[in-house]
Nanobody, 118 residues
Framework: QVQLVESGGGLVQAGDSLRLSCAASGLTFSTYAVGWFRQAPGNEREFVAIISSSSGTENYADSVKGRFTISRDYAKNTWYLQMDSLKSEDTAVYYC???????????WGKGTLVTVSS
């Protein structure tokens, strides 16, 4: 059974940094792309970042480009989202999701809350 568990959220001030983790089990790490998404109160869930399964190519939403970095650690079966220069508008529940190459986002974590105070 595939399970994704996010951690690392919390309350920080604008300009601070946080690193979110997404620990995975039940899947072959190297065959899944992983994405980070977020949902702020009253808003729809939006894409934040993705790292591909094979080449490790990264892509980011324009709103976080240059501030957030997605990465992965095969040895730990874990993906990360390093968030720097946080802004109040980054406040949201952050979710990681996994998809096989060319597939849909079939697996989701339960999310971790990030609150950025201005």
């Amino acid at each position: 059974q595939v399970q994704l568990v996010e951690s690392g959220g919390g309350l920080v001030q604008a300009g601070d940094s946080l690193r979110l983790s997404c620990a995975a089990s039940g899947l072959t790490f190297s065959t899944y792309a992983v994405g980070w998404f977020r949902q702020a109160p009253g808003n729809e869930r939006e894409f934040v970042a993705i790292i591909s399964s094979s080449s490790g190519t990264e892509n980011y939403a324009d709103s976080v480009k240059g501030r957030f970095t997605i990465s992965r650690d095969y040895a730990k079966n874990t993906w990360y989202l390093q968030m720097d220069s946080l802004k109040s508008e980054d406040t949201a529940v952050y979710y990681c999701a996994a998809a096989k190459s060319g597939g849909s986002w079939g697996y989701w974590g339960k999310g971790t809350l990030v609150t950025v105070s201005s």
